[in-house]
């Protein structure tokens, strides 16, 4: 079974902290992405990577960073986090696009900025 | 109009129950589609995973795909109270990226 594993469940941070939220997917996936969750708007990709080294912006980039030095980890970073940025991270990972390529979930991160 | 429109709910059904759980898409592009389980306070876990038109079945679920009319069903035999949760559709097209989502529909299986 893949396993996608974010490193905190619950994270509280301050307006204008940096934030890092970290994931680790164990099934050797080419791609890893982020999103936030938010009720009414559903999933909104931030960034994804198709590569180690590689990033594409996604649909809501702005204030949000990324990196994947190995191919196993991909960290979103808040560069100076604000209230608006209160949400559910979710980190998610899939193979080459193919047929057998569903994205795979981790159980997310409950962010709230105060 | 978004690429995936499912219905919110909430959906409140008795225990046992058949429940059916719609979204319709827009892209003809769509080629793969998915349904996720998601509890509260969880990420989003894949129930079924379909490829182009016609029937999957998975126990007491079958994903169901009708590519003339856009519309993608999910099909719940004996719903238990366990199946109490936010089911969210997906697609995409192979090659890309991108994996559009509906907003999910909230069930609740009723003891």
């Known amino acids: 079974d893949v396993k996608v594993t974010q490193s905190s469940r619950y994270l509280v941070k301050r307006t204008g902290e940096k934030v890092f939220l970290e994931c680790v997917q164990d099934?050797?996936?080419?791609?890893m992405f982020w999103y936030r969750q938010d009720p009414g708007l559903g999933l909104r990709l931030i960034y994804f990577?198709?590569?180690?080294?590689?990033?594409e912006k996604g649909d809501i980039p702005e204030g949000y960073s990324v990196s994947r030095e190995k191919k196993e980890r991909f960290s979103l970073i808040l560069e100076s986090a604000s209230t608006n940025q209160t949400s559910m991270y979710l980190c998610?990972?899939?193979?080459?696009?193919?047929?057998?390529?569903?994205?795979?979930f981790g159980n997310g991160t409950r962010l709230t900025v105060t | 109009q978004k690429e995936v429109e499912q219905d919110p709910g909430p959906l409140s059904v008795p225990e046992g129950a058949i429940v059916s759980l719609n979204c319709t898409y827009s892209?003809?592009?769509?080629?793969?589609f998915m349904w996720y389980r998601q509890y509260s306070r969880k990420g989003p876990e894949l129930l079924m995973y379909t490829y182009s038109s016609g029937n999957k079945e998975d126990g007491r679920f079958t994903a169901q795909v009708d590519k003339s009319s856009k519309y993608i069903s999910l099909f719940i035999r004996d719903s238990q109270p366990s199946d109490s949760a936010t089911y969210l559709c997906?697609?995409?097209?192979?090659?890309?990226?991108?994996?559009?989502f509906g907003t999910g529909t909230r069930l609740k299986v009723l003891a």
């Open positions: 998610a990972s899939s193979s080459v696009p193919s047929y057998n390529s569903p994205l795979h």
């Open positions: 892209n003809s592009a769509f080629q793969y």
């Open positions: 997906a697609s995409f097209t192979s090659g890309t990226y991108k994996y559009i």
């Open positions: 099934m050797d996936h080419e791609n």
């Open positions: 990577s198709y590569d180690v080294k590689m990033k």
